[in-house]
């Protein structure tokens, strides 16, 4: 089936501890993004790729990092995880104003 | 800047009452609206989208949405709630000029009792 495909499903990291989170669609789409869900605040976005070899900061970058290698892929990268980036961590890829999301990546940093 | 406010964090109604999810949001250009729904422990699913035209749009599951630009409003109506609506409900906006970024309200917690 077509659609965005995120890995892993849930992850427990200890503080300082790093991890790359996985996202690839098969929409051939253009742009995708990442989002953190915490609650009461929304979605917030955290990193956007317009096109394969682009990235852009959203509203809350620090402490990711990105890669978008090819127009299927683009992971999120956590260097130093600490507690505050305990949340839900949901995928996008966009086409046009339609954006299709994954499944959310439910990650803990004790 | 965009903004998106969802006033309503958590709304409680009866099966077969009316319901009505309020978004107000703030942009300086025509902007893109959009409702998203997210069940427990599921990701995103679009439910209507606002981009011209006709200022009532239709949407799935019977969920219908109306564009008042005097009011910056994008509120969410359902005629007859059915107990499966119970979910978490977002609304977004997309700028006309930057397709890249969709900013997104805090959510509305619907609880739909029986």
């Known amino acids: 089936n077509a659609g965005v495909t995120q890995t892993p499903k849930f992850q427990v990291l200890k503080t300082g501890q790093s991890m790359t989170l996985q996202c690839a669609q098969d929409?051939?789409?253009?742009?995708m993004y990442w989002y953190r869900q915490d609650p009461g605040m929304g979605l917030r976005l955290i990193y956007y790729?317009?096109?394969?070899?682009?990235?852009d900061k959203g509203e809350v970058p620090n402490g990711y990092n990105v890669s978008r290698l090819n127009k299927r892929e683009f992971s999120l990268r956590l260097e130093s995880a600490a507690p505050s980036q305990t949340s839900v961590y949901f995928c996008?890829?966009?086409?046009?104003?339609?954006?299709?999301f994954g499944q959310g990546t439910r990650l803990t940093v004790v | 800047a965009q903004s998106v406010t969802q006033p309503d964090i958590h709304i409680t109604v009866s099966e077969g009452a009316s319901l009505e999810l309020r978004c107000n949001y703030s942009?300086?250009?025509?902007?893109?609206l959009f409702w998203y729904v997210q069940s427990p422990g599921q990701g995103l699913q679009l439910l209507l989208k606002y981009f011209s035209g006709d200022t009532l749009v239709q949407g799935i599951k019977g969920f219908e949405a109306e564009f008042k630009r005097s009011q910056s409003s994008f509120n969410l109506r359902k005629p007859s709630v059915h107990w499966s609506d119970a979910a978490e409900y977002f609304c977004a906006v997309g700028a006309s000029y930057n397709t890249d970024k969709l900013i997104f309200g805090t959510g509305t917690r619907l609880q739909v009792f029986p």
């Open positions: 996008a890829s966009r086409e046009r104003q339609r954006a299709f």
């Open positions: 929409m051939n789409h253009n742009s």
């Open positions: 942009y300086g250009a025509t902007p893109y």
């Open positions: 790729s317009a096109s394969e070899g682009t990235t």
